[in-house]
Structure formats: structure tokens, C-alpha cells
């Protein structure tokens, strides 16, 4: 254990748990540090993917718990990632504002642990689109959306042939793809985008999440774009 010098004004017993406290917070950042070291980039982020490539941290005296804590009648999802040492870090997120809770506690356990996505695992940005496919995908820009409430502006275009693309279904792979997307981001970003998803799309007050509303490319592209102008308003501007 580290021995603090002692000081007048500082009783022994709390330099004591002082030294145990940042000999606690060293095991558990050597033992990250051991295991990031060897562990692979996933293609999931779902929790059954993340706990599987955790293992090896689990082996070095890792734990995690993932609960709902009450705060104030409201719920969080929390995930703490603790050491045998006795140290811990966690993450949490306001529950009701994920889509699957599942999935945000696998996302927020690899944040923790420090797992990768496999970027073969990450969506594909699209091309640029013309305005005739940004308009058969049923998609506007996300800042005028809250302000959009004529009947045409949800109503996909036909395709080629007489089939609406925007309406095709998406494949599994692509609807989680879309869902690692929208997780990753900041809680303000991604609240952005579930209100403008709802008003848009028209999602039913009672239904508790978007998740299992994004089904077809109008919702992808929807989603694509907002993500477009999110990353843009990021980018420092040009001098």
C-alpha cells in the first residue's frame, strides 16, 4: 500500500483510506490498460457481444452491473465496470430516452472497457443525394422538421417501376447498424432526433421509443441525414 506522510491538520485514518483509495483506482487502470491491450475490435455492440469479448477483463478481477436506479420516480440505466481493488467507473443514461435497453447497456459497458466497433461494423455513408432521391426517401433537413407539418412532406415518392423505395424494408444488419449510429450520440443530439423522428414519422405518443419504428430506408435516410447535419455543425469552421 502507498504511505502518505502524515499531516497535522489531516487525521491518520483518512490519509489511510486516502492511499487504499488511489492504490484501488491504480489496479483497476492496470488492469483496463492489461486488457485493452489484447482485446479485438467487435462488429456488435449488442451487450451479448460486448460481455463475450469481455471475458479476458473479467479474468483480471473486472465486474460490471447493469440496474435501473430510481431518481426521483424517474429511471436511469446505469452500468458500472468495478475492480476487485474496490475501485469502479460507470455511465448512465436516463432510460427513458433509450430505445433498447439492452443494447445502451452494451454500448456504455464497451465505452467503459474500451472495446472497439469493427469498422467494417459501421454503416456506409451514402453519396451525395439529388433532391428528386432525398424526396422518394420522405427526408428533409432536421432543422426545419418540428416546423413541418404539411402532408406531403411525409409521403414517399414513387420509385422506378412504381415502387416506393422509401418504403422498402430494412435488412437486421442495417436496423443495427442505425441503432449503433443514433446511440453514439450525445444525449442532447439523440433526444434532437427522437423528437423530430416522432413528429415526422408520426409515432404514436404511447410508444415508450423510435427503436422499433425504424424499420424502412425512409426511416434510415431520415435518420442518415439529421446525422449529416450533426456532424457538420460539429466540424470547426474554415478560418
Same mark, same amino acid.
Given at each position: 500500500?502507498?504511505?502518505?506522510?502524515?499531516?497535522?491538520?489531516?487525521?491518520? &485514518?483518512?490519509?489511510?483510506?486516502?492511499?487504499?483509495?488511489?492504490?484501488?483506482?491504480?489496479?483497476?487502470?492496470?488492469?483496463?490498460?492489461?486488457?485493452? $491491450?489484447?482485446?479485438?475490435?467487435?462488429?456488435?455492440? *449488442?451487450?451479448?457481444?460486448?460481455? $463475450?469479448?469481455?471475458?479476458?477483463?473479467?479474468?483480471?478481477?473486472?465486474?460490471?452491473?447493469?440496474?435501473?436506479?430510481?431518481?426521483?420516480?424517474? #429511471?436511469?440505466?446505469?452500468? @458500472?465496470?468495478? #475492480?476487485? &481493488?474496490?475501485?469502479?467507473?460507470?455511465?448512465?443514461?436516463?432510460?427513458?430516452?433509450? *430505445?433498447?435497453?439492452? +443494447?445502451?447497456? &452494451?454500448?456504455?459497458?464497451?465505452?467503459?472497457?474500451?472495446?472497439?466497433?469493427?469498422?467494417?461494423?459501421?454503416?456506409?455513408?451514402?453519396?451525395?443525394?439529388?433532391?428528386?432521391?432525398?424526396?422518394?426517401?420522405?427526408?428533409?433537413?432536421?432543422?426545419?422538421?418540428?416546423?413541418?407539418?404539411?402532408?406531403?412532406?411525409?409521403?414517399?415518392?414513387?420509385?422506378?417501376?412504381?415502387? *416506393?423505395?422509401?418504403? $422498402?424494408?430494412?435488412?437486421? +444488419?442495417?436496423?443495427?447498424?442505425?441503432?449503433?449510429?443514433?446511440?453514439?450520440?450525445?444525449?442532447?443530439?439523440?433526444?434532437?432526433?427522437? @423528437?423530430?423522428? /416522432?413528429? #415526422?414519422?408520426?409515432?404514436? /405518443?404511447?410508444?415508450?421509443?423510435?427503436?422499433?419504428?425504424?424499420?424502412?430506408? +425512409?426511416?434510415?435516410?431520415?435518420? *442518415?441525414?439529421?446525422? %449529416?447535419?450533426? %456532424? &457538420?455543425?460539429?466540424?470547426?469552421? $474554415?478560418?
Amino acid at each position: 500500500m502507498t504511505q502518505i506522510p502524515a499531516r497535522a491538520d489531516v487525521p491518520a &485514518g483518512a490519509l489511510e483510506l486516502l492511499g487504499e483509495k488511489g492504490g484501488a483506482e491504480r489496479a483497476l487502470t492496470a488492469a483496463l490498460a492489461s486488457f485493452q $491491450e489484447q482485446v479485438k475490435a467487435i462488429p456488435s455492440l *449488442d451487450l451479448a457481444a460486448v460481455v $463475450e469479448a469481455a471475458r479476458p477483463a473479467f479474468a483480471q478481477g473486472i465486474a460490471f452491473s447493469s440496474q435501473l436506479v430510481d431518481i426521483r420516480g424517474r #429511471h436511469k440505466l446505469r452500468v @458500472t465496470v468495478m #475492480h476487485a &481493488g474496490g475501485a469502479e467507473v460507470s455511465s448512465e443514461e436516463w432510460a427513458d430516452e433509450v *430505445d433498447d435497453p439492452l +443494447q445502451a447497456s &452494451g454500448w456504455m459497458l464497451a465505452m467503459l472497457l474500451g472495446i472497439p466497433l469493427a469498422k467494417q461494423a459501421l454503416p456506409v455513408e451514402p453519396e451525395a443525394a439529388s433532391a428528386a432521391e432525398l424526396a422518394s426517401a420522405g427526408m428533409q433537413r432536421p432543422a426545419l422538421l418540428a416546423r413541418t407539418s404539411s402532408p406531403e412532406a411525409s409521403e414517399p415518392c414513387a420509385g422506378v417501376g412504381g415502387s *416506393d423505395v422509401a418504403l $422498402e424494408p430494412l435488412t437486421a +444488419q442495417e436496423i443495427e447498424a442505425t441503432h449503433q449510429r443514433i446511440l453514439a450520440l450525445p444525449q442532447a443530439a439523440r433526444r434532437e432526433l427522437t @423528437t423530430a423522428f /416522432r413528429e #415526422h414519422f408520426e409515432v404514436p /405518443r404511447n410508444a415508450r421509443s423510435i427503436g422499433d419504428r425504424i424499420t424502412q430506408h +425512409q426511416h434510415s435516410a431520415f435518420i *442518415d441525414r439529421f446525422l %449529416e447535419e450533426f %456532424e &457538420g455543425a460539429q466540424a470547426p469552421a $474554415e478560418p
